[in-house]
C-alpha cells in the first residue's frame, strides 16, 4: 500500500508540474525552449522521463545529465521521441559528458564507472554520440565543451 501512495503521489506531482509548465506556456508563447526533466530514483522509481511542455517546433529541446544513465538503445529510443516535435529550424541539446578516446581525467573516468556500476550505462566518447545520433535521425551540429577537465559538452543535433 505504501508503494501504491508513493506511485500516486509521484504521478500527481509530474501532474502538477506539467500543469505549472503548461501554464506558463500559456503566458508566455514567445519562450519556445523544451525542457525534459527526468524523475529518476525518485521513491525507488527510476528512470521516469517526462516532457514537462508538449511544444512542436521550438528552436531548442535540453537534456542535461539525462542519456548517460541509459544503454544506448534507451538513450536512442529517448532521442527517436523528440525527433518528431522538431521543426526546421529546431536543435537537441544534449549537455553530457563527451570522453575522450584515450587519457580520460580520473574525474569522468570514475564517473563513467559509476555509471556502469549503477545503470549499466556509460560516459560516451564523440564518436559514439555520434553513432547514437545516427541511429535516432539525428546529425551533429556542434559540441562546446565546457568543462575541459571533466569533459562536460553541449552536443548540439538537428534532424538529418
Keep these: 500500500m505504501c508503494s501504491l501512495w508513493r506511485m500516486t503521489s509521484l504521478n500527481h506531482n509530474l501532474f502538477k508540474v506539467n500543469e ?24 525507488g522509481i527510476s528512470g521516469l ?20 544513465n541509459y544503454d544506448d538503445d534507451k538513450a536512442v529510443e529517448i532521442l527517436s521521441n523528440i525527433v518528431p516535435a522538431l521543426g526546421a ?6 549537455d553530457e559528458v563527451v570522453m575522450p578516446e584515450t587519457g580520460a581525467h580520473a574525474w569522468p ?8 556500476t549503477l545503470f549499466g550505462a556509460i560516459e560516451r566518447t564523440g564518436a559514439q554520440w555520434d553513432a547514437i545520433l545516427e541511429r535516432a535521425g539525428l546529425q551533429p551540429v556542434a559540441v562546446k565543451k565546457y568543462a575541459p577537465v571533466v569533459g562536460s559538452s553541449v552536443i548540439f543535433a538537428a534532424r538529418k
Excluded: N
Design 20 to 43: 505549472y509548465f503548461s501554464l506558463f506556456a500559456y503566458h508566455h508563447p514567445f519562450l519556445l525552449f523544451i525542457v525534459v526533466v527526468q524523475f529518476g530514483a525518485l521513491e
Design 49 to 68: 522521463i517526462c516532457f514537462v511542455c508538449a511544444t512542436t517546433g521550438a528552436k531548442y529541446y535540453y537534456l542535461r545529465a539525462i542519456l548517460h
Design 89 to 94: 529550424d529546431s536543435q537537441i541539446l544534449i
Design 109 to 116: 573516468a570514475g564517473l563513467d564507472m559509476q555509471m556502469y
